[in-house]
């Protein structure tokens, strides 16, 4: 079984929305942090945002005020929502489940699990 599994990607126009999900099937511990991740090609992945259990969340600055994090802990569905998307958010986005903080590399310490990834295409 997957540990963690996104869904939600798709393609859009310039200032369009798209909810991404990622369902959790491991134990969640008490400590978790979970964080959102991008990857465009020839690109390192960087982190877009992480949440811990607080809950306090943190955001790139490229992504401030357009995207929102948020956990459903019961049901174990991390959620990315991306509003005003622009065509550089275009990247494969993956989630994390770690134990770190959402603000030291939004939650991923290197030991944590990782989803597959879904595409997002922002088109001008």
């Known amino acids: 079984q997957v540990p963690l599994v996104e869904s939600g990607g798709g393609s859009v126009q310039t200032g369009g929305s798209l909810r991404l999900s990622c369902t959790v099937s491991?134990?969640?511990?008490?400590?978790?942090?979970m964080g959102w991740f991008r990857q465009s090609p020839g690109m390192e992945r960087e982190g877009v945002a992480g949440?811990?259990?607080?809950?306090?969340?943190n955001y790139a600055d490229s992504v401030k005020g357009r995207f929102t994090i948020s956990f459903d802990q019961a049901n174990g569905i991390l959620y990315l929502q991306m509003d005003n998307l622009k065509p550089e958010d275009t990247a494969t986005y993956y989630c994390?489940?770690?134990?770190?903080?959402?603000?030291?590399?939004?939650?991923?310490?290197?030991?944590?699990?990782w989803g597959q990834g879904t595409q997002v295409t922002v088109s001008v």
């Open positions: 994390t489940y770690d134990w770190g903080s959402p603000t030291v590399n939004f939650c991923s310490t290197g030991t944590g699990y």
């Open positions: 491991v134990p969640i511990a008490g400590s978790y942090c």
């Open positions: 949440i811990d259990r607080d809950p306090y969340s």
